[in-house]
């Protein structure tokens, strides 16, 4: 199997050059990023059918072809063109073997290209990345779904967050961020799982994890919601020209500090 993120020249996938009718094609869902709209106008407007690059498909097992690269241009094409099911276009047809290979190449196919890492990390799942399979398992034990769902409940979109958190030391201070901010507003919270409130936390059970009180983050349900200490820390990161995750740790450490007398955590404002 290739490996995720090497250059296609690298691949070692046999390939060849094809006409292939239009309804042989089938956009694969796993594999290729939601279909963008806006990004088919752009093409449309700006259609060039000398210029139209190739359209990269892997065979389907029961027949026909899955479109790994180039939606958009077959989708411009088809609307430009007005071509029915029987046009034929010039294809790359790469010989993967299974899914995940088909995967991997997609991603080697789109590593230059604007792609959200939250559209690479469906990729990347399909693909088997070790990493990826990672931050599912340890976000679904709290359940958490990693998917590009917008703010909707129960859904973290976050990835390139989890994944710095992940990498700190494989996981052990992702599982405790997200134990805390589960324990303080829920799993249906999307901005407790924003990307500044997982650096921020992180911060603070990174520096003083030992030293809190492992009832705080359910104190916090009452005293102090995801949004309040959002709001707070962006007026905070203003006021000591800070970034916003720095600035959450500041709040929760001073909300942690309210009506203590011992075993106060350090300030992070000198």
Known sequence: MAKIDRKISEIDYKSTWEWLAIGEFTIHPKIQRKFDQ?????????FNIDALPPIAVV???KGGYWVIDGQHSLAAAKEVLSLDAKQQLF????HAESEADAANLCLALNDRKAWR???RFGQRITAKDPVALALVKIAGEFGYRVEDMGKMRGYITAVAALERIYKMDQGGH????????TEAWGNKDPDGVSANVLHGVTAVIKRDGKGIDKNFAHKLTKSLSSQRLIGDARALSRIHR?????AIAVRLVQEYNVKRKTGRLKSWIE
Do not use: G
């Not at 294809?91 to 790469?94: E, F, L, M, T």
């Not at 800070?242 to 720095?246: E, G, W």
């Open 38 to 46: 806006a990004h088919c106008n752009h093409l449309m407007s700006t």
């Open 59 to 61: 065979p389907r097992p």
């Open 91 to 94: 294809c790359r047809v790469y």
């Open 117 to 119: 890492t939250l559209q």
């Open 174 to 181: 992702l599982w405790q961020t997200l134990h805390f901010v």
């Open 242 to 246: 800070c970034s916003v995750p720095q």
